[in-house]
């Protein structure tokens, strides 16, 4: 019982885990810009801050363009200036009531900046899997300890969480080389 309570929180943790370096991820820019981009910037909007995707429709016209619809036309400056404060190094293009964003391409010592961010978050996702694996593990030890598992069973159990982890950490590799390739491809 104690070990299968073990497991599961260890892989709700790692389903947290691997959502959040999916999110991270696909706001790092490759060669392609993409909605992703820029729709959680937060906009300042009627007194509250709403993420842009909750106030403009985003559109990728190009390789390098972004189009930002907004669903209220008063919102234009409110969302032309949160794009401006979120230095993605690039100027808002209000065109009435578009807004276009022209991304630059990316240079190589661009592309290589956002590689090390990438390996920066895949290590913070590793590091975060290692916590919640020591978590589960500790859980594990105390049972033993209070005579609720035997040897054995505590072996099992950290052998066990020993794959997950592994498995886990394969699943941040393969997400990262992805990305990677994807920064990298010119």
Known sequence: MALANAYSR?????????????????????????????????????????????????TGSDARTLTISPWDGGAVAAIAKAITEAELGVQPNVDGILIRLIFPSLTEEARTQTVKVLHKRAEEARVRLRQARDEALKEVRLEKEQGALTEDDFYQGKEKLDELIGGANGAVEALVGAKEKDILAV
């Open 10 to 58: 260890f892989e709700e943790e790692r389903q947290e885990i691997m959502t959040w370096l999916e999110q991270e991820i696909a706001t790092l820019r490759t060669g392609r810009v993409t909605p992703n981009l820029v729709e959680n910037i937060a906009v300042e909007y009627y007194g509250s801050r709403t993420p842009l995707k909750g106030v403009a429709s985003v």
